[in-house]
């Protein structure tokens, strides 16, 4: 009897602890351009990013497996520095359930381009909120916390600033280190300025944008398409307002790289009537892309 209680307790925990972390993460290490027969380096480091992300508890929230953050790690290995330091490239992606739906919708796809860290195989990686212990376990966890932040705010009205704070916190943290992408003067579209831009209240209208394009606006398209259309309408204005007082900002350039194809998809549907006004918010924001919102939109069949 007291087994069967034992394994009961084990069982629970077991699934509990399961249940606590917010991510579910796929992660991918390439090193097809560094040349050397050995590549178990790559796969333990794989394995070890995999794990840091997937099994560490980020926020005081309890997640249930079907909540778990859906998302994307690819890390492109450019350069082999020497045998424990490495260069290269990292694609962050997530996305959301659409309300009612199969369908995921995108919150985020960019490549930072600044990645460099060191890694000695088999050697876990370590980490906390207050300390740089390695530049590569310090740009993960800043964007855990900013996918989770993405998914806060498309289901809260700006509800993933307490996330946003944590990878600020990250940034200034790093101010002090030798790696790049942590500084204000080194680019304009880096680690420094994506937190930035989430945090000043100046470009707040992104953040509600989230929240009305998702919540509002696709959570609402199979039982309302009207309502549901309108309301990321309105989302789409709000990012207009930022694009066009600020232009060629970071986290607006990121949305629609992430956004673009599902909002031609949307409104390539719509009434011919409701066309022109989006399409004109939507060059306003993009000028570059206007030939694809005339061709792809408005003159959708």
């Known amino acids: 009897m007291k087994k069967v209680f034992f394994a009961l307790i084990v069982i629970l925990v077991t699934t509990l602890h399961t249940h606590a972390q917010e991510l579910l993460c796929t992660v991918s290490v390439n090193s097809s351009q560094i040349s050397g027969s050995d590549k178990s380096i790559y796969e333990d480091l794989q394995t070890a990013i995999k794990e840091f992300l997937n099994t560490r508890k980020w926020t005081n929230y309890t997640y249930s497996t079907e909540e778990k953050i859906d998302c994307n790690i690819f890390i492109n290995i450019t350069e082999r520095v020497s045998d424990q330091e490495f260069k290269g490239t990292i694609q962050v992606q997530s996305r959301r359930p659409v309300f009612g739906t199969s369908y995921f919708s995108p919150l985020i796809n960019l490549i930072d381009k600044d990645l460099s860290f060191k890694y000695i195989q088999k050697q876990a990686l370590e980490y906390d909120d207050n300390n740089i212990y390695s530049n590569?376990?310090?740009?993960?966890a800043y964007y855990a916390y900013i996918i989770i932040g993405m998914d806060f705010d498309s289901f809260s009205l700006k509800g993933g600033?307490?996330?946003?704070?944590k990878a600020q916190n990250l940034v200034n943290l790093s101010q002090n280190g030798g790696e790049k992408g942590w500084k204000s003067f080194e680019s304009k579209k880096n680690r420094y300025w994506l937190v930035e831009n989430l945090l000043n209240d100046s470009y707040g209208g992104i953040r509600e944008c989230m929240y009305?394009?998702?919540?509002?606006g696709f959570d609402v398209l199979k039982d309302d398409l009207m309502q549901g259309r309108a309301a990321i309408t309105t989302g789409i204005e709000k990012l207009q307002?930022?694009?066009?007082?600020?232009?060629?900002?970071y986290l607006v350039t990121i949305f629609m790289d992430t956004k673009r194809d599902e909002i031609i998809n949307v409104f390539s549907q719509a009434p011919?009537?409701?066309?022109?006004?989006?399409?004109?918010m939507l060059k306003d924001i993009e000028p570059a892309h206007s030939n694809d919102f005339n061709t792809k939109i408005l003159n959708a069949k």
Do not use: C, E, G, M
Not at 272 to 280: C, E, H, K, T
């Open 241 to 249: 307002y930022v694009a066009k007082q600020t232009p060629s900002l």
């Open 272 to 280: 011919i009537s409701d066309r022109p006004r989006v399409v004109n």
């Open 212 to 216: 009305y394009y998702h919540l509002k």
């Open 161 to 165: 600033s307490q996330f946003y704070t």
């Open 136 to 140: 590569l376990t310090a740009v993960l």
